[in-house]
Nanobody, 128 residues
Framework: QVQLVESGGGLVQAGGSLRLSCAAS????????MGWFRQAPGKEREFVAA????????YYADSVKDRFTISRDNAKNTVYLQMNSLKPEDTAVYYC?????????????????????WGQGTQVTVSS
């Protein structure tokens, strides 16, 4: 079972930036698409971004497009989420997750059910 550990969350003012990291255990990291989700208080966990195993394909939720950038370093078993121009509505716990299936890409139809391994989450708070 893969273990995922997020880091990099914190408190930032609106308009600021944060970079989240997610370190994965195991030797098969490079075979799986990875995703970022977030969950605000009282709301459902929502998709943020996904990246294919080779970084050749990326998809973002409309709410973060042009502000967030997902990337990965397979040599370090790590996926990143660079968040710029942060807004108060970006406040949430951010989770990284690994796809259930190796070498799969679902384009614009990713959902929470597609991901089988999750990190513990890291809090991002954006003040106005």
């Amino acid at each position: 079972q893969v273990q995922l550990v997020e880091s990099g969350g914190g408190l930032v003012q609106a308009g600021g930036s944060l970079r989240l990291s997610c370190a994965a255990s195991g030797r098969t990291f490079s075979n799986y698409a990875m995703g970022w989700f977030r969950q605000a208080p009282g709301k459902e966990r929502e998709f943020v971004a996904a990246i294919s195993w080779s970084s050749g394909r990326i998809y973002y939720a409309d709410s973060v497009k042009d502000r967030f950038t997902i990337s990965r370093d397979n040599a370090k078993n790590t996926v990143y989420l660079q968040m710029n121009s942060l807004k108060p509505e970006d406040t949430a716990v951010y989770y990284c997750a690994r796809d259930h299936s190796a070498l799969r890409w679902k384009g614009s139809s990713w959902s929470r059910a597609d991901f089988g391994s999750w990190g513990q989450g890291t809090q991002v708070t954006v003040s106005s």
